[in-house]
């Protein structure tokens, strides 16, 4: 056995919520607040890049991305990310988390100004650039993701840990509404600055040669909150149970936490020796499976199977924005009045079902517990989807889209009020420090596999079977679609009975890392 919490631990778990804990929220969360920025900003302009690069002369339609462009666009990204997670959530471990830290920032800023600035002579060779510069933006983006949630954990006090993890995950929806600000922003400067007449009254005119400046300054914008971190970032101490725990170095670490919480914290020399666990198995040891095992299938498989649906909602987001008269018919609108249209209609998402179901976990995770929330959250989502589902074609009517976007929302505030929040928190609490920001890595990257599975398997798979959109083959059809995301809903529901409980108890607790073998069984 290894003996006793260190005293650094153990003041850090009974810390009270004070200075430091919200600038660790804040540096933390810009973090997540750029990412989601940076992931969602392509969805207000893709409309635009298809106008601006694929339109057909005498067409009775504006151009759109051909289904094989479309897919690279929007998911590079995630693919970038999803590599990301995997690649900084090791590096995490291995040398540190802050060291990391400012890496993934400098690469994200670095990639959204090059996204902005795409070249090329052709619509290929531009968005080939896009591409390229995306995957790799993804790629910093995904680092964000186990290092973030390792950080505020480890830097949290243990009464109030949950809600400080959520209230980082939580930016996300800032970032989200952020983006739908700056589009509105930018396409109205635009729009009044540059009119133009709809597509079906002049196809020509309705498109303006500025209007390519609209997507770039879009993109771009994403690099100001990043940047604006960056210094915050390098000035953090690396965290205590890092540098206790796997640089072996308690006495550095309570002097790092005795600057940070204004405290003296003196460690005992002998306890200081003993402060590493005695355990020095890897993840692909029998230890790590015999302990975490379980775990790591519980995390990894709610995270893909949550993304599948959250990423799969976009399928008839479309459909509600355009039945409930938020965006018109492209052909009646200009280019610039387009990208305006969507983001508004995002804006109102954000603001009705995506924010307050993030902060509604902020508020209970430390009272009603992670499993609970999760379980809720996958539950109520099932129930949504089969409420749209079964009755789809009396949604589908007039006068009964009011229901199919109340419906919508739902499934939305209780994805975020439940496993989109608790999935992320999770894997940063419930396995040992030498392995935490590997295994929230692997965690989210199941996540990112289960999102590019959600946004583009079920894109082509929802296709109408008699009436497919132009590029792509038949389809099971949308109603159908809602039926295999509920019954993914139901199968995350079913797996969160694998997920412990870690409220109220200290990391060492949780993960066991501080007792042997014996002991742990």
């Not at 969507?342 to 954000?350: F, Y």
Request: proline letters at 5%.
């Amino acid at each position: 056995m290894a003996g006793k919490q260190l005293n650094v631990l153990t003041t850090l778990d009974q810390a009270k919520t004070q200075w430091y804990h919200f600038m660790a929220i804040v540096i933390a969360g810009m973090g997540f607040f750029t990412d989601a920025y940076d992931l969602f900003c392509i969805s207000l302009v893709s409309k635009l890049l298809g106008r601006l690069y694929y339109t057909e002369p005498n067409s009775p339609t504006p151009g759109s991305l051909p289904p094989n462009v479309s897919a690279a666009v929007n998911g590079v990204a995630l693919c970038g990310t999803l590599a990301g997670q995997l690649f900084f959530g090791w590096l995490g471990d291995k040398l540190g988390r802050k060291s990391v830290y400012g890496f993934t920032l400098i690469l994200m800023v670095l990639c959204s100004v090059a996204s902005g600035l795409s070249f090329g002579h052709t619509a290929k060779g531009v968005i080939a650039t896009l591409c390229f510069f995306r995957f790799w933006l993804g790629f910093g983006i995904g680092g964000d993701y186990p290092l973030s949630a390792t950080i505020m954990s480890e830097y949290a006090n243990k009464r109030t840990r949950g809600a400080f993890i959520a209230a980082v995950f939580a930016m996300q929806g800032f970032g989200i509404l952020f983006g739908a600000i700056v589009a509105l922003v930018v396409s109205a400067g635009f729009r009044n600055s540059y009119p133009a007449p709809s597509y079906q009254d002049n196809p020509a005119a309705s498109l303006v040669p500025e209007a390519d400046y609209v997507w770039r300054i879009i993109l771009m914008f994403g690099t100001i909150p990043a940047a604006l971190t960056y210094y915050w970032r390098m000035k953090m101490p690396e965290t205590a149970r890092y540098t206790a725990l796997i640089a072996r170095n308690a006495k550095q670490a309570a002097a790092d936490m005795s600057k940070v919480l204004n405290a003296e914290i003196v460690e005992d020399a002998d306890r200081a020796e003993r402060g590493a666990s005695s355990n020095e198995w890897g993840l692909f040891s029998p230890q790590f499976v015999r302990r975490h095992g379980l775990h790591l299938l519980a995390t990894t498989s709610t995270w893909f199977l949550l993304d599948i649906a959250f990423y799969s909602q976009n399928l008839f987001q479309k459909d509600i924005f355009s039945k409930v008269g938020w965006i018109p018919p492209a052909k009646t609108m200009n280019a610039v009045e387009e990208v305006f249209r969507i983001a508004r209609a995002q804006a109102l998402i954000a603001l009705c079902g995506t924010i307050p179901g993030y902060w509604f976990t902020v508020g209970f995770i430390d009272i009603v517990g992670r499993f609970a929330i999760q379980l809720m959250g996958f539950f109520m989502m099932t129930v949504f989807m089969l409420g749209l589902a079964v009755p789809y074609h009396h949604w589908t009517t007039a006068g009964h889209h009011t229901g199919f976007v109340v419906m919508y929302g739902f499934t939305f505030f209780f994805a975020n009020f439940g496993p989109n929040s608790t999935t992320f928190i999770v894997p940063a609490e419930i396995f040992p420090a030498r392995l935490r920001s590997t295994c929230h890595g692997i965690s989210a990257a199941a996540g990112k596999a289960g999102a590019i599975v959600g946004a583009f398997g079920f894109l082509y798979a929802a296709q109408d079977p008699h009436k497919p959109e132009d590029g792509y083959s038949p389809g099971i059809g949308i109603r159908n679609a809602l039926f295999v995301l509920a019954g993914t809903n139901f199968l995350g529901m079913i797996m969160t009975l694998l997920v412990p409980e870690s409220k109220g108890l200290s990391l060492e607790e949780i993960s066991k890392e501080t007792v042997d073998d014996e002991e742990a069984a």
